[in-house]
């Protein structure tokens, strides 16, 4: 353990568990699935960072979103985000979800992420090497510190918002509000 | 685990740091029996360590001994079954289905060893156990036992539930098994639970077929070493399947088992 730390430890206990604890849903969507086994197996050894895959998003804080989200993953993705237990954090991996990247005139996916989920990071580049996810996963470290990783109160405060966007690519959702609709706008 | 695979690996006090995390998550219940088939499975495995003596320190093992340990370590997969089951989660469900078969499995060589051990000293006590291997040397080493502890070995890493035979969790296949829905403060339960599971079989082993010990210091060790043989065990194999599992269980650790009991009557009489 580093001893600069330990103060911060005895401080908040708490945040320092959610920042050295990120178990991880890697969401495979599209091509950057491909950096993740290498970034989880001996050679780059996330567990280092406390970043493990879980099998179910029940387990996870750490929401990783990697390549293309297409209108039919976005129904998956939306499911998996609000099945995870608060608090939990969101980075979007590749130009994919930032912006539509090379899908960007693609009749068939998202262009914007953040209009669904909120989003607390992103990972530019296409793709982005396996040393930017630790890159990423400091930074985060940082928000945490900070409090500016506070994508879950996000989505709570503007509900309503998310929901509408939501409704508007997928159509009628099937499964109710998770949160009341009369906050927010 | 990771210095095993040649990796960095996390900190040793990473499980702690997870448990902290998961106890200061919001956690979702599914429903009554989902709690309440937790805090039986916690209850049933809180007991059971406190009838088995942990060095000097015993704090119920006056009382009913052996025969009380073997019928409250049955709450322990009930309890995870009734509160898996109650999230509806097909996952889970095959998970409990392969919770219970695997238990099945290992019990019976398991019965056999516990027979063999009871017979050989004539008590259901484990204090006593342990006081009279005091006095004759672990029982491990000696002749009529040797085998009863040599099933006990293998049927251990079954007992914790670790590869090879960590075919109830299988992330990669069933996505954690009974273990799928929980959230939050259960899933820290549940790992404190699947962790006092694995102090019970170790210290079981220790007690019983390596001598106890006198301090809890010696005790520690003791178990410590067992768990890091485990780990080893854990980290060098692949998973098996569920009928090979059982196929193995009842075939050569019952076997091993079976014999030994035969010996230890025989020399006995």
Redesign the interface.
């Known amino acids: 353990?580093d001893r600069n730390q330990l103060a911060k430890w005895f401080q908040a206990?708490?945040k320092?568990?959610?920042k050295?604890?990120l178990?991880a849903v890697y969401f495979c969507t599209g091509c950057g699935i491909i950096e993740v086994p290498p970034v989880i197996t001996?050679r780059w050894?996330a567990?280092?960072f406390?970043v493990i895959p879980?099998?179910?998003p029940?387990?996870a804080?750490l929401f990783l979103i990697t390549g293309y989200v297409s209108v039919k993953t976005l129904r998956a993705i939306i499911r998996t985000y609000e099945?995870?237990?608060?608090?939990k954090f969101t980075v979007g991996f590749g130009s994919c979800p930032i912006n539509g990247g090379m899908y960007w005139d693609s009749y068939n996916t998202i262009k914007h992420l953040d209009r669904y989920i909120p989003v607390d990071g992103w990972i530019a580049g296409c793709m982005p090497r396996p040393e930017a996810i630790f890159v990423a996963v400091t930074h985060l470290w940082t928000l945490i510190d900070k409090d500016m990783a506070d994508g879950y109160k996000r989505y709570r405060t503007n509900y309503a918002a998310y929901r509408a966007n939501q409704e508007r690519a997928l159509g009628e959702l099937e499964w109710p509000p998770l949160f009341p609709m009369e906050r927010g706008r | 685990m990771a210095r095993i695979h040649w990796r960095y690996g996390p900190p040793l006090y990473q499980p702690l740091i997870d448990i902290l995390r998961l106890f200061t998550q919001r956690g979702v219940s599914h429903g009554r029996l989902f709690d309440l088939g937790m805090v039986l499975s916690l209850a049933g495995s809180l007991v059971v360590v406190l009838f088995l003596p942990f060095g000097g320190i015993s704090p119920m093992s006056g009382s009913g001994g052996l025969l009380v340990v073997l019928y409250m370590m049955l709450l322990m997969p009930l309890g995870i079954a009734l509160s898996g089951g109650e999230a509806a989660n097909p996952n889970a469900s095959i998970g409990i289905s392969r919770k219970l078969i695997l238990a099945m499995g290992y019990e019976v060589p398991l019965l056999l060893i516990l027979l063999a051990v009871m017979t050989h000293y004539g008590s259901i006590s484990i204090a006593e156990i342990v006081s009279a291997q005091r006095r004759t040397g672990a029982s491990i080493a000696s002749v009529p036992l040797v085998l009863s502890g040599i099933a006990y070995v293998l049927i251990m890493p079954a007992m914790l539930g670790v590869r090879p035979f960590e075919v109830v969790q299988a992330p990669q296949e069933i996505s954690s098994g009974p273990m799928a829905e929980y959230g939050g403060a259960y899933l820290a339960l549940a790992t404190v639970q699947h962790a006092l599971s694995a102090f019970i079989a170790i210290s079981l082993f220790v007690n019983l077929l390596w001598g106890g010990a006198s301090n809890p210091a010696v005790f520690f060790l003791k178990m410590l070493v067992v768990f890091v043989l485990v780990l080893f065990v854990n980290a060098a194999f692949p998973r098996l399947r569920v009928e090979q599992a059982v196929r193995y269980l009842w075939r050569w650790p019952s076997l091993i088992a079976f014999i030994g009991l035969i010996l230890v009557v025989v020399v006995g009489r």
């Open positions: 353990m206990p708490t320092m568990a959610h050295y604890s178990h001996a050894d567990e280092r406390g879980t099998a179910t029940r387990h804080n099945q995870m237990p608060e608090p």
